[in-house]
Structures are given as C-alpha cells and as structure tokens.
C-alpha cells in the first residue's frame, strides 16, 4: 500500500466521525453536567425533568409567598387600630359663662400692692445707700492702710489687716440678712394679696353666674360686658385697703426660714426675686472692695 493511498483513507474515516463527534459535544454544550458521572450541576441549573418535579399538581393550592405589600389572609391592614371600648354615657358639662379679668390692671389701682411696692422699694433704696456708704469706707481703709504699710512693724501691720478685713465680713453678713429679710416680707405681702385677689375673683364670678374666668392676654376680642376688671378691682380695694408687711430687720441675725411660697407675680422686673412687686429695683448683694 502506497503512502498517498494509506492517507486518502485517513482522511476519508476522519471526515466521517466528525458529524458524529459533533453531537455529543452539542449536547455537552447544552448540559455541561451530561458527561460528568456523579458531577454536581451548576447552581440555577436544572433539568426540564427536576423542574416538572417540583411544579406542584394541578388541583394543589400554591404554596408561594402572596407579593410585597399586599396583607396576607386573617392578618389586620397596618396602620389601623380597634377602635376604643365606649365609655357608658356621663352627665355634659354645663354651659360656658365666661369672664374677663386684667391682673396688672387690679394690681395697678390696687391700694394694698401700691402699699406694698412703695415700702419695698423704699427699704432697698436705703439698705443700697448704706451699702454704698459702707463700701466706700472699706475702700478709704484700705488705701490708708497701704499708706501706712511701710512705716508699721509686721505685726501691727497683720493685726490692722485682720481688723479690717473682721470688719468687711461683718458688714457683709449684716447686709446680706438684712437684703433677705426684705425679700421675705415682700413675699409674704403678695403671698397675701395674691389670695385675697383669688377670693374676690370667685366672688365676683359666682354673684354673675360666670364658671369659666379668662386673663385679658388670652383674649382678643371681645364685648364689653364680658370684662369685670372694674368690678374686682372695687371689690378688692373694700375687702383689702393695707396689708401688714414684716418689721424691717437689722440684719445681726438671719430671717427665719418662710413657707415656701408661690413664684414671680406677674409684672416683676427680670433682676428682682421671686415675689418682688412690679417697679421694685432689684435686691441689694454686698461686694468686697477690690485691694
């Protein structure tokens, strides 16, 4: 057999198995797990007869998830509640009757927190006065004792400086009792007026039939037989013309512990205390002069 004839069927048998070939390749291609014995398939890969298995029988309820968003059977829609248990009937509240009162107005024509501001006003001005007088003097001791610093002996110099500064303490201890003091009787004077005013106003609205009282900055507008500030401002000068105000201390004991008592009446200025009246200057705090 000649060498050209040896290959011509070489050739021949080689272009017959190629369609053969082909095939399985084809199907390989198509599932890649077809040749592998015992091979795991690729994930999300699955033969058309694994997945006949698990679509469920026809006549079988689906067993899959209803889609986002929608409420699955017997559960409550989110976002809406049961409604409360109703309560048996009660009785309706009466009808409103209302009345107007203006406090600053009562407070301004009113003789007793007049009586009271002026005399406040009156004993802080003076305890200010000599506060000032006393300070000064600290300040003139001072500089004559820095004056005289350089001609005393040590020891006369330390006990000058101890006198004085026993005397700075003192005077502070006397001003500081003296300015508590002050806003003690203020606060028990208003504590007084503030109940005496609460008095008339329920007397004035129980002899109008009124049950609901109104401030006059929460309204307005509106008629004027709605207002009784006149009314309760009369009542309250006959029913209280004077209070009693505490004796002024002197300020060499504290004042005794007061009741504790309500907080800063309306129309008091930012810098007083709780209970100071409306226009009164603020309360005196003693300083140590500077050396």
């Known amino acids: ?32 797990g077809f040749f592998v014995p015992g091979g795991q398939r690729p994930q999300g890969q699955q033969t058309q007869g694994q997945q006949q298995q698990q679509r469920p029988p026809q006549g079988q309820p689906s067993t899959q998830r209803p889609p986002q968003g929608q ?21 309706p509240p009466p009808a409103a009757v209302i009345g107007i009162v203006d406090i600053p107005e009562v407070q301004r024509v009113s003789a007793a927190f007049n009586q009271v501001r002026e005399e406040i006003e009156r004993r802080r001005t003076r305890l200010n006065d000599e506060l000032q007088r006393e300070q000064n ?29 026993d005397r700075i303490t003192d005077s502070q201890r ?18 007084e007026i503030e109940q005496a005013l609460g008095n008339v106003i ?3 609205a129980q002899s109008r039939s009124v049950n609901i009282m109104l401030p006059r900055p929460l309204v307005i507008m509106n008629e004027p037989a709605f207002d009784l500030t006149e009314e309760i401002a009369q009542q309250f ?55």
Do not use: C, Y
């Open 1 to 32: 057999m000649t060498k050209t004839h040896f290959l011509g069927r070489v050739s021949l048998a080689l272009a017959v198995a190629a369609p053969i070939l082909a095939a399985p390749m084809a199907m390989a291609q198509q599932d890649p």
């Open 71 to 91: 409420p699955q059977p017997g559960q409550r829609p989110a976002g809406r509640t049961e409604a409360p248990t109703p309560l048996p009937p009660g009785q």
């Open 137 to 165: 003097g600290w300040r003139d001791a001072q500089q004559s004792l820095a004056g005289e610093r350089a001609g005393l002996q040590a020891e006369v110099l330390r006990l000058r400086e101890r006198e004085l500064q």
């Open 174 to 191: 006397i001003f500081r009792n003296r300015s508590q003091a002050i806003e003690q009787a203020a606060q028990a004077a208003l504590v």
């Open 202 to 204: 329920r007397q004035v």
């Open 237 to 291: 000068n006959r029913s209280l013309p004077r209070v009693a105000i505490q004796a002024e201390s002197d300020g060499r004991n504290p004042p005794a512990p007061a009741a504790a008592a309500g907080g800063r009446p309306a129309g008091a200025p930012a810098g007083a205390p709780a209970g100071a009246p409306a226009g009164a200057p603020p309360a005196v705090t003693p300083r140590t002069p500077a050396r």
